[in-house]
């Protein structure tokens, strides 16, 4: 079976750092772009980063930029999302995600596969 299942998510004060990872089953780091997307309570899903396959290229949302960083353990089969100096408005759910298409992963209707998410809580 398919999978995506994240982890690493919980509560931190602003400033604090997190590590998600999003471990894959099967060849799916190899196979597809990997990404991670949040959903604020509210709020629509939007994108936060991804990563070609073969890790050449990541790219991220402006509002993470120079705070969270997107990498990859094909050893591990994993997909992390490194997030530094956290604000309380990224507080939501982090879910990891993939896609065929790496320049159209940033949008959510061209996600292939979900994973189940992570909550992050940032307190001020």
């Known amino acids: 079976q398919v999978q995506l299942v994240e982890s690493g998510g919980g509560l931190v004060q602003a400033g604090g750092s997190l590590r998600l990872s999003c471990a894959a089953s099967?060849?799916?780091?190899?196979?597809?772009?990997m990404g991670w997307f949040r959903q604020a309570p509210g709020k629509e899903r939007e994108f936060v980063a991804r990563?070609?396959?073969?890790?050449?290229?990541?790219g991220v949302a402006d509002f993470v930029k120079g705070r969270f960083t997107i990498s990859t353990d094909y050893d591990k089969n994993t997909v992390y999302l490194q997030m530094n100096n956290l604000k309380p408005e990224d507080t939501a759910v982090y879910y990891c995600?993939?896609?065929?298409?790496?320049?159209?992963?940033?949008?959510?209707?061209?996600?292939?596969?979900w994973g189940q998410g992570t909550l992050v809580t940032v307190s001020s």
């Open positions: 995600a993939a896609a065929s298409n790496f320049d159209r992963l940033n949008i959510g209707k061209y996600v292939e596969l």
């Open positions: 099967g060849r799916i780091i190899r196979n597809y772009a």
């Open positions: 990563i070609t396959r073969g890790a050449g290229a990541t």
